[in-house]
């Protein structure tokens, strides 16, 4: 008998469940489960009038505690469920399979951002015993899911299969959970190992002897899923005797059950009668599979032994040989089943086997208007779903393009926030050269990078373009779109589009930006572009703008920045952590808050000066990492991003004025004409550094122009002798 | 010989140094020394450019930290004073005695918190070794000291003599003083008592002794001052002699020297030119005397020894008749002289002998420009001096107008804040039963407070008359000004003044506010009147308001308050504790809060409610132990307050929508417009409840008028039996 579970359809790679009819025979409990992460944000339920004082304040220390923005963020799993159910507000979850490849892993997180966008509940993440599940590679189900819960802030399900597996091996596993952040178990048998599977004494033979286990040496640290089998599960004696397999697993201590796929929504909706006669009272959640192709829907009819109801292959045998026509067949056919399931009010809420693809799943979602288009933002940037980091109501700017950079950075700390309320004399990042994990890396492949951000580099100049063609969206002089930056994965935010005018100029100029948010004055929380959040509440930013420039730029920068004393704060750091800052005693200054009802202020982002010179590392490491890598050794494109990593300084400036126009490009514009009028006397343009192509005996880099911009004895050395300058020319001079 | 000190001179209470020359004759340090403790807000000084990263966070702990508004807070009185001196800024202080009386003790406290409101950058605390000067008496120097220091927000220095004083009693003395949070100390040697006075071989002779052993007992903890005479101690041997007394004062661990009166920049000048000669460079503060009057003078000259020059004396003399010429002359010479001072470029800073007087001491230093006539707040409300209250940046909005009573009530807690960031759960305020003490009592008499709030009342409406008149600043019916009542011992704030024709119209209908704020959206941190913080901010307030109300109004106002979600929050509370609220999950709502250049957000009051329980008692208790207990037992008048304090609900509302014109004002309107609505089909007016005087036999309360709010078994139970009425009827029923 086969039953489908954690199926992989692309690559044919269907789990069967070997057959092994013994006296108390059990099913292999090797479904699909399927729990989204993110619930919609509950905003702390209003008590309403008449609720006595008191509250449940935490207990947990004096430390500062986030003003509860987000109840739902604290609860979990099963609470956040009975909350939705007991709302009457139907939801959603996702399951997914691990990826055979680290580009597939890499593929599935960025999966797992866009499907996070629409609001599930949950996701959960499929086992696969011969897969070395349990490994830290970036494809196991183990990684896959602490990515999910730490990377992505979605609250997810790891399935753990128990059979053939040793008591230390399972609890390896859960410890391991535990530590990474996990808390949430789908308990499953899985397949025996060769078809003369026998119960073994002292062993897990069943899904029920992993739930006893779980609840025995972890106690209520996990909340437990288990499958359950809408027409009986393929190897067991009777539908009947399943049933009271199932009510075995959630006596045992289950939380909640996932079922196989159906075709019918009867057939879940008399199972689910099944179910509650027997006195299982736990929410019971239809496992969801829209049909996506006439291939696909074959061999799960072969593998699973699931019939397929006459009226649906009644509709697609005619059309078997359009892909088109079945997906759109299969997308109706389960928006269909899924209303019948809604409307029978037996179901708070869907589980879909996502089979790893995007489409089918987002418009059945769509079709039922459970997917949230413009979900609320809770924060403004994406929280974690790690239990540490509940508390995180604060993060430092610098990382705001870069948030799982972040969020690995800090993993080792205690508690959250830090750096700001608390103790802020030594956050302790983990170290740059441990970070660059596979889902740190660009999504994009080295020719792609190359083609974005040129084969070869003539001059600074070059960089300054490539720079300006991200900010416009346009394409280079080759002809290719610049979709990221070594500091920016993505295209631009739609907040900073509406800066990109005054970005362009800038960057055109040698002004490289990296990252840059408006000023706002109280707009609503509930603002489509800007807001975060609980609704009834008004937002509020200082304009922010972070960028590298040469020395040049820096010193005139210093001069014209004493006029906006104390309008502007900045910080400038060079790659040796030279540091310049006008910032009152090194505090941090807090440039996106939120003031809400009935709550305390929270300041989501803060300018840190000390986390700044954590990021300033990671800023400029990324030049030589992402960028200069790119080239050969000693060539002149490497060369001119290594000239900009050593001589370059990285400026943050705030404008504190919120409720005025931003003065930043005010402060920008001062700069040039400072320039161009220190200039102007000797009659010569200001020039960016160019360097030859280097060729054997002579220096290999020479200036193209020997403007006032450079001169001295090296010809790599800066003619600006100013103090700022103390970074070495250019390796090979 | 005589020397003054710590002078009386209203009293004539001058302390005599007997003379007891001996073989190494110390003159008896009864000097007056004048340190005034709230330094005009030196915000975190800003690291220029340049400044290396790291700054001194403290390290004191996770707990959150104050955001460094004001970097003055948490120095010591000899850091202020280098830091003031080095920036070339001058700067007075002012001594005061101690009062003989606890009525002298409520006026000189009020006195501090005018004089603080110039921004002396200490004052002093005399010590009158005969007056019991270390009890725990309200009069005593200790205590005094501990007022400026805790309530008042005072810098303090108490003075302490050693001559005739056991080690043990020093010590006690000097314990007591840090667990009061005093800092400083005068180390002076007091006058020996009777005329014989012999050096004990093992005892403190001199005020060095008493230096050494603050220095070996107590390390660095204090910041120690002693005394200088500008023409030598009366008693010492030579000018010369006393100058090297001197120099040994400061060896031994003085920090600072404040002088004896003079009539003569020279002499001072002089006198800190020797000092410097002999190696003395810590501070010496000369000590200004402004002349009062002439027989003060005379008595002055005949007890110190001091000569007054026959340039003074020529002036005086012929006008010894005139008080005000001579107090007039009297300023205008101190005014002359303290400019030589000042121009010297030797006197950082000035030290007033106030003699307990306002007005010589006021009009000098107006004379000078050194009066803060308009002193920035560095937060809206007036921070203690305590040293460990230094991180305290928020405070519920309640005790607003009873500022000194919160300070008390929350004078044992560890840490600061506490109810809010930290854990709130269990904010453990000082009981009330022992809070009444002689400074929270009204500033006014029985006889006063009967004329403001009525020697006798006739029902609860003359108790909104009383509101009302407050409000209005009008005479009431009796032609008496209500310049108090028993939750503001003072007139109503310039900012409450804002919303008088608002609170004058809902009080005369019975809504009896306590408290209240505007709205505000974004005014300067320099605003005259709304502005708090560093320069270069913005603040912003919820309005907010808080009163007492009958428990029909509160049934009326809840149904209204539902159309008011989520704008309007709410806590409404009667005596028993019955708690209304929509609070989101018992969280505080920040109703004032500040945006500063390079800063942290800073949110000094909230809505906190949990506090707000505490406050509840304090609030219902002022009802009785102010009001109700200003008549005789059983009497209508106190019947009356009494019923009010059984009945009545304390309610609070804030306006979470900031940006928009207050709607508390609407609500109220809708409140009342719901109750006429209501009682209109009975063609009965709204009503208040009146009694009856009492007479023998029959109830001694008795409504006058049976009108549908009243009725019941008992003639004195609100009609209205709402399960919000749970008091029981008026005592005597």
């Known amino acids: 008998m086969t039953s489908v579970c954690s199926t992989a359809p692309s690559s044919g790679r269907w789990c069967r469940a070997q057959s092994s009819t013994k006296d108390r025979t059990r099913p292999a409990d090797c479904t699909m489960v399927n729990q989204g992460p993110r619930a919609d944000p509950v905003w702390g339920s209003d008590s309403s009038a008449g609720s006595a004082s008191g509250g449940d304040s935490s207990k947990e220390s004096s430390r500062c505690s986030t003003p509860v923005l987000d109840a739902d963020r604290s609860d979990r799993l099963r609470e956040k469920m009975r909350r939705r159910t007991e709302s009457g507000d139907h939801w959603f979850s996702l399951e997914f ?10 593929n599935l997180i960025s999966r797992f951002d866009r499907m ?23 494809t196991s189900s183990m990684m896959i899911a602490s990515t999910a819960v730490n990377y992505c802030g979605l609250e997810s399900v790891l399935h753990l299969t128990c059979c053939n597996q040793s008591i230390d091996t399972i609890n390896t596993h859960l410890r391991k959970a535990q530590r990474l952040g996990l808390k949430n178990i789908m308990a499953l048998r899985g397949d025996p190992v060769g078809t003369d599977w026998e119960e073994e004494e002292e062993g897990f033979n069943f899904a029920v002897d992993l739930v006893k286990h779980i609840r025995s040496e972890f106690g209520d640290y996990f909340d437990i899923c288990v499958a359950g089998y809408p027409t009986g599960h393929p190897e067991a004696d009777s539908y009947h005797s399943d049933l009271q397999h199932l009510q075995e697993k959630v006596s045992a201590g289950a939380d909640f059950i996932i079922t196989q796929l159906f075709f019918r929504a009867e057939t879940f909706l008399t199972f689910v009668k099944d179910c509650r006669a027997l006195g299982i009272s736990c929410p019971i959640l239809p496992g969801i599979f829209p049909i996506q192709g006439y291939q696909s829907l074959r061999q799960l009819v072969k593998l699973s032994k699931l019939e397929v109801p006459e009226e649906i292959t009644k509709v697609i045998e005619p059309i078997k040989d359009n892909d088109a026509a079945i997906r759109n067949y299969g997308i109706h056919q389960a928006v269909q089943m899924c209303r019948v399931l809604l409307d029978s009010g037996a179901v708070p809420g869907l589980h879909f086997y996502t089979l790893n693809r995007e489409v089918a799943t987002m418009e059945v979602l769509r079709g039922l208007g459970l997917w949230q288009e413009d979900p609320r933002r809770p924060l403004p940037w994406a929280v974690s779903a790690h239990p540490k980091r509940r508390v995180e109501d604060v993060r430092p700017i610098f990382w705001a393009s870069r948030p799982k950079s972040y969020i690995y950075r800090t993993q080792d700390w205690d508690e959250f926030p830090n750096g700001r309320w608390g103790n802020s004399s030594s956050p302790a990042f983990g170290e740059l050269n441990d970070y660059y994990l596979f889902y740190l890396k660009s999504k994009s492949s080295k020719a792609a990078l ?30 290719h779109r610049v979709l990221c930056l070594p500091w920016n994965d993505e295209p631009l935010a739609p907040e900073t589009n509406l800066l990109k005018d005054q970005l362009q100029r800038v960057n055109q100029r040698g002004v490289l930006t990296i990252n840059s948010q408006p000023n706002i004055n109280g707009k609503s929380s509930t603002d489509p572009i800007v807001g975060w959040g609980p609704p009834g509440g008004y937002v509020f930013q200082k304009a922010y703008l972070e960028f590298f420039t040469s020395s040049e730029n820096v010193t005139a920068l210093l001069k014209v920045l004493k006029k906006y004393e104390p309008r502007v704060n900045y ?52 030049w030589i990492e992402q960028w200069a890598k790119l080239y050969e050794d000693e060539s002149p494109s490497r060369m001119i991003v290594q000239y900009i990593h050593d001589n370059y300084f990285l400026v943050n400036l705030v404008d504190n004025d919120f409720p005025l126009e931003s003065c930043l490009w005010q402060v920008l514009e001062d700069m ?24 054997s005996g002579s220096s290999p880099c020479r200036l193209l122009n020997s403007s006032p911009l450079h001169s001295g004895s090296s010809p790599c050395r800066l003619l600006n002798s100013s103090p700022l300058t103390a970074a070495p020319p250019p390796a090979g001079c």
Chains 1, 2 share one sequence.
């Open 672 to 695: 040039f004409e400072l320039l161009q009028s220190e200039l102007r006397p000797r009659l010569l343009p200001l020039q960016a550094v160019e360097l030859l192509p280097p060729h």
């Open 450 to 479: 190359l083609q974005m951000w040129g084969a070869e580099l003539h001059s600074e100049k070059s960089v300054f373009e490539v720079f300006t063609s991200y900010i416009a969206a346009l394409p280079n002089h080759t002809g």
């Open 116 to 138: 996070g966008a629409g609001g599930p509940l949950f996701i959960d993440i499929t086992w696969h015993p011969s897969g070395d599940p349990g490994s830290d590679k970036e």
């Open 97 to 106: 399979f691990p990826p055979r490849t680290a580009s597939g892993a890499v």
């Open 571 to 622: 910080h400038i750091v060079n790659v040796h952590g030279r540091n310049l800052t006008n910032a009152p005693d090194m505090q941090p200054n807090a440039v996106t808050w939120g003031i809400f009802p009935g709550r305390e202020i929270v300041q989501p982002t803060v300018v840190d000066p000390v986390s700044f010179m954590f990021w300033k590392d990671e800023a400029f490491a990324l």
